[in-house]
């Protein structure tokens, strides 16, 4: 949330690594390792569930199996299952951030660290936020204290194109491939607006305006367009029978271009931290002209000017709940702008973090921002807003078809609140990922702390 | 001439505050947070008169000229504390034409107070006045120094001037050693040698000489708060040994490890001002940072304070209070951290709900430390003020339905 940290977006999918085994024979690369903590069927019982489909359920059981969710309803029965007597309070979905730099800006924010914006052109969609995600950063421990399954971490926003962002399931590992969730797309992190003009400007270089900016974007478009068809070309010429004069004409990988490619194929997301209506509208017309998507505008602190039109053309907008003024296309903020975004048919309104403080309490923020739309007249229920922190944020990243849903099918990512989790008073008092108890705000054995706290201040009673 | 006239307009504004003055205001049926030994009244009623509370209890009965407002069981606070600020001294961050709160003179100078910088006419200051936000304590930041300045106390009733104390600030540890040489040590160095010419003069010729007679003069007084920004445990305790070596009325903020040395902050009797949502280790000074440390030093009986800092979101300092009683602070412990205890350090006329307080207060549509709570009527001197802000402007005119003109036409 900081003034000075920028932030652009990358993203990974499945179907980039098939996409680069197609168009230069190479592997995925940096798969997913992670696994599923092995875990006992759990059968919890009697609970408030907000299904993250809008639906709020009274005195309901969920059961958990084999990192599943395999029944939803009263009075579940699961002999074997261990049960947990959760009346009173409330259940929902893990909660799921797209806009996290844990681990790319951690913490303690030493020289060291300072890890997300590759600050020396504006055009670098060929680094990826994962090689600099330092899987030892203490906010994942405080983030899975507030409900946070999963979250997409993305480079700064310093550059117009800033790089893929990686989708993680919050657990603590050794490397970020063991925390990588399995089958999400890659993000591709771009930005709008005064961070790479004045980066660049600042040096003399382009962009030092927001004319620079759109033709920096322009200019990649057509070369990654060129590339493509270049690409398309040479596996025409191979699908025919090509002979080995064919096959030296292939393209010569560009690790820039690879990205930009895969987002014109659909296969890597837009994730674009872009403040103003008019830029947002602005960019929507500039994916028309390339034929891409954006999935999500973030930060959007004026989204509530164009909620309509942002609905219409289907992107999301990843807000904050009041944050605003921090340089002057932050300066039109109002509370009401997830609400109002979240009014007309067909909007995906999200709320986001940007900050290892405000991933904390992602349902604190979510509280703030329904009772200031309920304030102006409109409805907005519980089972309503906590979709701006589950299925949202599923559908932003891609992941909507595995988590972000209570769900009979989808991914035991399930948070147990100990009331009303839009309250300032809530706590996730348990937090399951995939079926696996990895928090417990009862038993400190089950709470993890990262290598880099073990052992700090020791002879001091925590 | 112009003098006069300006005079006069003056004088007419002064006559016109005063007779909106004039009306008694009588709130029934609160719940009245008095922040005093009476604690929390149910079902109680205030009557306000000459901007100050003549009569606190049950069934008072309106005069002739009373306007009554029924608080129908709501609560009522006093206007809460936003914080060490820069509210009022910053427009937009990024911008430095609208930034004044931070010098760049690379020299010791104690006596830039930023209070003459001060604007009452900020957007910031009415967007957070209507939720509740009445008052801040303007915080002060020079590069190269470890004394960043002074500040003081303001209420943000987008008219008035900071008054009261001047506050000095002095930042120590990691955040400050860039000021002194790269070591923490020499922090003291300087602080010794600074305050030694202010009661000695210090060498008059010498080229070490830190002070200006400016500088002397505006760390003449003890008596005025000293707030040292220091987040280690092992810091805070050389502070306070400084505090008590040079009498200096003392206050600790940042003190992220403040509850590693709760009991001798309480032998002390130093205040501390704290963030109660910090809980990550954002620096080797606050390894221990943690989620109860108001609790903490409250229970062991630590004045508390909180701050978020920041400026344009000071309205946050109510989700941070509600936090702290989240993890384990009393309820009331939590309010006066925003209330009263700030009023009594930084010496500033609220805090309190008791006969012959300002009225200044707030009446709250729930728990005024719940997030889904919003302020109803915000009240100062007795006068419900306006609940319109540049953003609620905003947001009104992109609520309404389009029309055929542009929105520029839309002025709710």
Sequence with gaps: ?462 | MRNFLISLIFLTLLGASAMLQAQDLLIKNARIHTLSSAGILETSDLLIRNGKLSKIGKQLQAGNNTQTIDAKGRNVTPGLFGGLSTIGLNEISLEDSTVDQSLDFKQMRPEFNVKYAYNPASSLIAINRIEGILYAVLKPSITGSIFEGQGAAVVLDGRSFPQGANASFISLGSAGKGDSGGSRAAQYMLLEQAFSEVTSGGDQNGPFRLLTQAGRLALKSRNNPYVFNVNRAADILRALDFIKANSLNGVISGAAEAWMVAAQLKAAGVPVIIDPLANLPGSFDSLGSRLENATILNAAGVAVIFSTGGAHNIRKIRQAAGNAVANGMPYAAAMAAITAVPAQVFSYAGGKLEVGAVANLVIWDGDPLEVTSAADAVIIKGVSTSMVSRQSLLRDRYLAPKGNMPRAYQKP
């Design chain 1, 1 to 462: 949330m900081s003034v000075i940290k920028l932030k652009p977006v990358l993203m990974l999918t499945v179907l980039t690594a098939v996409f680069i085994a197609q168009t230069s024979n190479a592997k995925e690369a940096f798969p997913s390792t992670y696994k599923a903590i092995p875990s006992a069927d759990i059968l919890i019982q009697n609970a408030t569930i907000l299904t993250g489909t809008g639906a709020r359920l009274a005195d309901t059981d969920i059961l958990l199996k084999d990192g599943k969710i395999v029944a939803i309803g009263q009075n579940l029965s699961a002999e074997k299952a261990t049960k947990i007597d959760a009346n009173g309070r409330w259940i929902t979905p893990g909660l799921i951030d797209v806009h996290s730099h844990l681990g790319v800006y951690a913490s303690p924010g030493l020289t060291a660290h300072s890890d997300g914006n590759e600050m020396i052109a504006p055009s670098t969609p060929n680094v990826w936020a994962e090689h600099a995600i330092w899987p030892q950063d203490p906010g994942f421990s405080r983030a899975l204290a507030g409900g946070v399954t999963s979250m997409q971490i993305l480079p700064g926003s310093a550059n117009l194109f800033g790089g893929r962002g990686v989708t993680v399931k919050n657990v603590y590992a050794n490397s970020y491939q063991a925390m990588k969730f399995p089958d999400a797309p890659h993000g591709l992190k771009m930005a709008c607006g005064e961070n790479p003009k004045r980066v660049y400007g600042s040096n003399k270089q382009a962009p030092m305006t927001r004319m620079g900016n759109v033709a920096g974007y322009r200019q990649n478009w057509a070369q990654a367009q060129e590339y493509m068809q270049s690409l398309d070309e040479y596996s025409a010429l191979i699908e025919k029978g090509g002979d080995e004069a064919d096959k030296a004409k292939r393209p010569k990988r560009d690790l820039k271009l690879e990205t930009l490619v895969g987002v014109l194929r659909g296969e890597i997301k837009v994730h674009m931290h872009c403040y103003r209506a008019d830029e947002m509208l602005t960019i929507l017309d500039l994916a028309k002209e390339f034929d891409y998507k954006i999935s999500t505008f973030h930060h959007g602190v004026e989204a509530y000017k164009i909620a309509d039109e942002l609905a219409e053309a289907g992107v999301c907008g990843a807000l904050w709940a009041d944050w605003w003024g921090f340089k002057a296309e932050a300066y039109d903020g109002v509370q009401e702008n997830i609400a109002m975004l979240d009014r007309p048919e067909g909007s995906c309104a999200i709320l986001h973090s940007d900050s290892s403080e405000g991933i904390q309490r992602l349902n604190q923020e979510a509280a703030k921002a329904m009772s200031r739309g309920n304030r102006v007249g409109m409805k907005i229920a519980p089972e309503r807003a906590i979709q701006w922190l589950t299925s949202n944020p599923a559908k932003s990243l891609g992941i909507e078809d595995q988590t972000g849903t209570l769900v009979i099918g989808k991914m035991a990512d399930v948070v147990i609140w100990n009331q009303n989790p839009f309250s300032v008073y809530a706590h996730a008092e348990q937090v399951f990922i995939d079926g696996a108890l990895v928090y417990d705000r009862d038993n400190p054995a089950l709470q993890p702390v990262s290598d880099f706290e073990l052992g700090q201040l020791l002879g001091e009673k925590k």
